[in-house]
């Protein structure tokens, strides 16, 4: 059985606190640091205002790039499918915080 810890993380100054199995902690910290740096750079931009507008873009692009690397098959279908349930979960982190 997997054991699952609660990993914070930080997005536009925002602590999330989202569930994940142990082995997961340091991937989930990444993305959540590489989502953080899309928000951020769209924030700068100017061109986007309200967090949750943000939040939509940046899920946008980083969408695009995965199905971009996936069209390119730098993406095996089980790395993809780790994306996705990460993605879900930060997601529902995200739901829960409204």
């Known amino acids: 059985m997997t054991q699952s810890q609660t990993v914070t993380v930080r997005i536009l100054d925002k602590d999330y606190h989202i569930s994940c199995p142990a082995s997961e902690s340091t991937n ?6 590489y989502l953080d ?14 967090a949750e507008r ?16 996936k ?17 879900t979960r930060v997601q529902k982190s995200l739901d829960s915080a409204e």
């Not at 989930?28 to 640091?33: C, K, Q, S, T, V």
């Not at 790395?79 to 349930?85: H, S």
């Open 71 to 87: 069209h390119d098959e730098l993406f095996s279908s089980q790395d993809t499918e780790q994306v996705q349930q990460l993605l």
């Open 37 to 50: 740096k899309k928000m951020r750079d769209i924030r700068r931009s100017g061109k986007v205002i309200g």
């Open 28 to 33: 989930l910290e990444r993305a959540a640091e």
């Open 54 to 69: 943000i939040a939509v873009m940046a899920a946008l692009n980083i969408t695009h790039e995965l199905h971009s690397r």
